[in-house]
């Protein structure tokens, strides 16, 4: 759908301000009851997901155009979909569809934020969104036991990612995860240097040729190499892979999964045993790729109709996303299986967690944006009693050691994948 669309979504909102928060059932500690960081960072309406309804009405009217103030306010956005999940409490409209279309028309028109256009420069010589040398894709497996699948077959495919490929801090996390398919006997290799880019998070910037592009990479290298299944420890990839491909009719015909998805999978199979005491008080942040934006897409092929006139409906019946069918159960049953590991929840948590800062392009164009939502989360995560928040994204890894050095905070930061194995 293109962002004109949604008009009548731009003239249903009704100003509730849901978007801004998470659900009232749902408040159960006074500073930590927003949902949406860019309203609560920047304190004016134009940068919650109402806001974007009036920019795009205003739009379609011809009563504004398209400048750097309305590129700031679309852009300084996770596009975490916070504000998707509490707007369908009240009713079903789609905001976060809508800036997606909005970004997309943007880089259609040439209307482009600086910084994303280096990355995406970037991507489009290298394959990675790191701005970093395709030749060193594969240097984070270097001496790693593991297949070389540009030349050998497996059953299945350890997708690492951008993030985990070059970021060499986060390497030994990236390799913990094939040691521990690998200690539990799973056929598993790797494309190394080969593996590219998903797609995805230039998606979210707007660029959707890259996304088609990717997807049809990754189709026919997944063809080509006969594995069975994908196994990411990136939540970016995973709802790349699940999600944004099916949504543009490149659904993978294998199956997907988030690496914690997997690894459960093998602990209640008994393939790997947790027997280790990992003694830590330690809080879950649910990542947004893996939590609400990995809830399945929902295809729909219908027309509105206005009864008496007035009232919207659509024929057939629409199916909403909802960020309820998200992974969110699943890490929490591993790191309960850990022995000596004390689970404690936040106030926002599953659907309604904040997101970790990374998203949507900000950490690349407004890195102090970036920071602050990080900072938010482990203030939150420090005021449960939490010793360590853990995640299962490398992006989220990557933000919060960012915003903890930053601002001086000492909380620990871990990946599920490094509990996991020092529980082995």
């Avoid at 928060?21 to 949406?36: E, L």
């Avoid at 001496?143 to 990612?161: F, M, N, P, Q, S």
């Avoid at 602990?267 to 790729?289: A, F, M, Q």
Wanted: hydrophobic share 35%; net charge neutral.
């Amino acid at each position: 759908m293109a962002w004109q669309d949604y008009v009548h979504d731009m003239q249903r909102c009704t100003r509730c301000s849901y978007c801004k928060w998470i659900p009232y059932r749902y408040m159960r500690q006074t500073d930590f009851i927003q949902g949406c960081p860019s309203i609560s960072r920047y304190l004016w309406h134009a940068y919650a997901g109402s806001g974007k309804f009036n920019m795009a009405y205003s739009l379609q009217q011809g009563r504004i155009e398209i400048d750097d103030t309305f590129l700031d306010v679309l852009y300084k956005c996770h596009m975490d979909g916070s504000c998707d999940v509490s707007c369908k409490v009240q009713q079903d409209i789609e905001p976060l569809q809508l800036m997606q279309e909005l970004r997309i028309k943007c880089v259609e028109d040439g209307a482009l934020v600086s910084a994303h256009m280096i990355v995406i420069e970037g991507l489009r010589k290298e394959d990675n969104m790191m701005m970093a040398r395709r030749a060193d894709r594969g240097k984070w497996a270097a001496g790693l036991d593991v297949k070389d699948l540009t030349g050998d077959t497996a059953e299945v495919i350890y997708h690492a990612g951008c993030r985990y490929s070059y970021d060499e801090e986060l390497w030994p996390v990236a390799r913990a995860g094939v040691n521990l398919l690998r200690k539990a006997g799973v056929d598993v290799g790797i494309m190394g240097g080969d593996e590219t880019c998903c797609g995805g998070r230039a998606y979210e910037l707007g660029y959707a040729g890259e996304l088609t592009k990717y997807a049809e990479h990754q189709i026919e290298t997944l063809r080509t190499a006969g594995v069975r299944a994908v196994v990411t420890p990136c939540s970016d990839c995973y709802a790349c892979f699940k999600v944004l491909y099916d949504k543009i009719g490149k659904k993978l015909e294998i199956e997907v999964y988030h690496i914690t998805q997997y690894l459960d999978k093998l602990i209640k199979e008994g393939r790997l045993k947790l027997s280790k005491k990992v003694p830590l008080n330690v809080t879950y942040h649910d990542p947004c790729h893996l939590g609400r934006l990995g809830e399945p897409w929902v295809h729909w092929q219908g027309k509105e109709i206005k009864v008496m006139g007035q009232m919207i409906v659509h024929d057939p019946p629409k199916q909403y996303r909802r960020g309820a069918k998200g992974v969110y159960e699943t890490p929490r049953d591993i790191l309960k299986s850990i022995p000596g590991l004390e689970l404690v929840e936040m106030y926002r948590i599953k659907e309604y967690a904040w997101c970790c800062g990374a998203g949507g392009g900000v950490i690349d164009a407004y890195p102090d944006f970036a920071t602050w939502t990080g900072a938010e989360r482990l203030r939150e995560a420090k005021a449960v009693g939490a010793e360590a928040i853990v995640s299962a994204c490398p992006w989220c890894k990557r933000n919060f050691l960012d915003a903890a050095k930053e601002t001086g905070d000492r909380i620990q930061v871990y990946d599920i994948i490094e509990l996991v194995e020092r529980a082995v």
